[in-house]
């Protein structure tokens, strides 16, 4: 190992689905980190599509070569930091609507746990408007999400929406 390569490396979020914005973050902070966590939480305030056993295995699957470890978690992303001993947490930053959003959750990371630091990776600039939130309302009206998250997640969000319909 380098000595300034990170050590643990957490990269939290809903994954309402997993997306190729999100894959693209997740394969850049495995070349900056030795271990590599993707915490997807479980008490979002959304309403969520997927629950979480489903976002677990849709990444799961989507990170099968990518030497990552997937986990849900519960409370704040700090203290699952915290006991993963993780020294970062990694967030990708798309365009400027991210950004508030995004200062106040590092600030008041930051004020928990002054010792674990987050840092943003701009999203590339293919996935830059893209979202988990756009991905749900296309797949709902019909349109195609095809070429924006991987195939097996593809196949199980069209699933959802049919079963949504019928429901
Ligand atoms: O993918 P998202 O929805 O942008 O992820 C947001 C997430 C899950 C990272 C954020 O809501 C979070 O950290 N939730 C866990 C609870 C927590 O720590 N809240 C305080 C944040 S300052």
């Known amino acids: 190992m380098r000595e300034n390569t990170l050590a643990i490396a957490l990269y939290p979020g809903s994954f309402d689905p997993v997306h190729n914005g999100h894959l693209d973050i997740i394969e850049r902070a495995r070349r900056m980190a030795r271990r590599v966590v993707v915490g997807v939480a479980t008490n979002v ?3 969520p599509m997927f629950s979480v056993a489903d976002r677990v295995a849709m990444l799961r699957a989507a990170t099968e070569r990518a030497g990552v470890e997937v986990m849900s978690f519960s409370g704040l992303t700090v203290d699952f930091a915290h006991r993963l001993d993780a020294t970062v947490i990694v967030k990708g930053l798309r ?3 991210d950004f508030e959003y995004e200062l106040k959750m590092a600030a008041m990371n ?3 746990r002054p010792e674990i630091e987050t840092i943003f990776m701009m999203t590339a600039p293919e996935w830059a408007y893209l979202s988990s939130t756009l991905i749900r309302e296309v797949a709902r009206f019909g349109g ?5 998250i991987p195939a ?3 196949q199980r969000l069209v699933k959802r929406v049919r079963s949504q319909r019928k429901g």
Do not use: D, N
């Open 152 to 154: 097996s997640v593809e």
């Open 144 to 148: 195609s999400v095809s070429g924006l």
């Open 110 to 112: 930051k004020r928990l």
């Open 95 to 97: 365009a400027m609507m």
């Open 45 to 47: 305030e959304k309403e």
